[in-house]
C-alpha cells in the first residue's frame, strides 16, 4: 500500500513512468530529482501520508525502498 | 511614512532588510543600515565562530538598533555560530540555504526572531509550521544564490500559502519596486545590489564601478547543474563556466572553479575572473549614496506612488 501510494506521488512529482521506478530506484540519480524537487516530493508524503519527516533524515532518503521503509517505521 | 507588521515586530523604522551578501555584508554596513531605520544584517558565510562574534561586538558597538545575522547552514561552523548568536542574544537570525529545523527551536527558546529565505511556497509552509516568525521569498532576479521563480510569481503564493508576514526581495532598486511588492501581499522587502553602492559597503570599488555600468541583460546564472545556482555579471569567468558547460563538464569542475572567486571579486577587486554577484536590477542603480539616503529616497518614492496610483481609478468601471 505504501509502495503504490509512494509511486503515484513520484510519478506525479517527477513525471516519471510507473514502470521505472523499483524499490532500489535512486531519487536523485535515476529518477532525476533535484534538491528543491525532492523537497517538494517530501512535503506531498507528509501531507498525503499524514507524516512528518525530521529534517534530519532528509539525508537517509536515497532510494525509493527508503521513504517506504522510513514510512512504515513512522506509522 | 509606510508603516507595515514588520516594523512593530522587530522594533524598526522602515520594513527593509538589508540582504546578507557573503563577503560584503559586514557590521559597518549592517551598522549604517539600523542606523537609518532598516534591519541591517551581518553575513556569516563560511566564516568561524569567532570571526562572527567581533563583527557581532563591533555592531553593538556601533548601535543600539536592532540588526539582524544571516546563517549559512551549509558552513562548517554552522553549530558553533548557532550557539554563538543564542549567547550573544542576537535580535534576529535570517536563513539561507540547507535546513534550520534542529537549530529553530533552540533559537525561539532563546526569545530570537526567525526569518528564513526561501525559493518557494512548499518551503514557506515548512518554516511556518516550524514556527518561523516571518518569511522572506526571494525571487530569481536577485544576486547570488537564487531560485527559479520570479519575486511577482513567488510572493503573491507565498502570501496566500502562509499567515505570517512575508518580505518579498529580488529585484526591488527603488520606491517602485516597493510599491509593487507591497501591492503583491509583501509586509516588507529585502534589498541586496542597491546596498552594494552604499558609500558604508566596503565592498571593493571596482565591484561598485561594475554594478554601476550594468545594464538590464548584465546578469547571469551560472552553475544550475551543480544544484546552487548563482546570479552574477557576465565576465571573463562567466564565459569559462559557459565552456564548461557547453561541453557537459562535471559538477566537480564547476565548484572548482568557482572555488574562492566571490572574494577575488568583493575584495581583491578582480572583477574578470571574480564572481560579481549582483541582481539583475543592477541595470537600474547608478549612484552612490549613504544607506541613509538610499532608504529615505526609497520609502519616500514608494510613497508618492503610493498615494499616486489611485489617479487611474476613475468614477464609473471598465466596461
Known amino acids: 500500500m505504501i509502495l503504490e501510494k509512494v509511486k503515484a506521488i513520484l510519478v506525479e512529482e517527477l513525471d516519471v513512468e510507473e514502470e521505472n521506478i523499483n524499490l532500489d530506484s535512486k531519487i536523485k540519480d535515476d529518477l532525476g530529482a533535484d534538491s528543491l524537487d525532492l523537497f517538494e516530493l517530501i512535503s506531498k508524503i507528509e501531507d498525503e501520508l499524514d507524516i512528518t519527516i525530521d529534517e534530519e533524515d532528509y539525508g537517509k532518503l536515497v532510494t525509493v525502498g527508503d521513504i517506504v521503509n522510513y514510512i512504515t517505521d513512522k506509522q | ?319
Open chain 2, 1 to 319: 511614512m509606510i508603516n507595515t507588521v514588520i516594523c512593530s515586530l522587530l522594533n524598526i523604522k522602515y520594513p527593509i532588510f538589508q540582504g546578507g551578501m557573503a563577503q560584503i555584508s559586514d557590521a559597518e554596513l549592517a551598522a549604517a543600515v539600523s542606523e537609518a531605520g532598516g534591519l541591517g544584517v551581518i553575513a556569516s558565510g563560511n566564516n568561524t565562530a569567532e570571526f562572527i562574534e567581533k563583527e557581532i561586538r563591533k555592531i553593538k558597538s556601533l548601535t543600539d538598533k536592532p540588526f539582524g545575522v544571516n546563517v549559512m547552514l551549509l558552513s562548517p561552523y554552522a553549530n558553533d555560530v548557532s550557539n554563538l548568536l543564542i549567547e550573544e542574544k542576537v535580535p534576529v537570525i535570517i536563513t539561507g540555504a540547507g535546513n534550520p529545523g534542529k537549530y529553530l527551536k533552540l533559537w525561539k527558546e532563546a526569545g530570537i526572531k526567525v526569518i528564513p529565505v526561501v525559493p518557494s511556497v512548499a518551503f514557506a509552509k515548512h518554516f511556518e509550521k516550524l514556527g518561523a516568525d516571518a518569511i522572506i521569498c526571494e525571487g530569481t532576479e536577485s544576486g547570488g544564490h537564487v531560485g527559479e521563480l520570479t519575486t511577482m510569481c513567488l510572493t503573491p503564493q507565498v502570501v496566500d500559502a502562509v499567515k505570517i508576514p512575508v518580505i518579498a526581495a529580488g529585484g526591488i532598486g527603488d520606491g517602485r519596486g516597493i510599491a509593487a511588492v507591497l501591492s503583491l501581499g509583501a509586509q516588507g522587502v529585502q534589498v541586496g545590489t542597491r546596498f552594494l553602492l552604499a558609500t558604508e559597503c566596503n565592498v571593493h570599488q571596482n565591484y561598485k564601478d561594475k554594478v554601476l555600468k550594468a545594464n538590464d541583460t548584465d546578469t547571469a546564472v551560472t552553475g544550475r547543474k551543480t544544484g546552487h545556482p548563482v546570479r552574477v555579471l557576465k565576465n571573463k569567468l562567466v564565459n569559462q563556466f559557459k565552456e564548461i558547460e557547453k561541453n557537459n563538464g562535471t559538477v566537480e569542475e564547476m565548484e572548482q572553479l568557482g572555488r574562492g572567486r566571490l572574494y577575488k571579486a568583493a575584495v581583491e577587486g578582480d572583477v574578470d575572473y571574480g564572481s560579481v554577484m549582483s541582481g539583475q536590477i543592477a541595470g537600474l542603480v547608478n549612484k552612490e549614496q549613504s544607506c541613509k539616503e538610499i532608504i529615505t529616497e526609497m520609502f519616500d518614492e514608494a510613497e508618492t506612488i503610493m498615494k499616486n496610483l489611485s489617479s487611474f481609478i476613475s468614477g464609473g468601471s471598465n466596461e
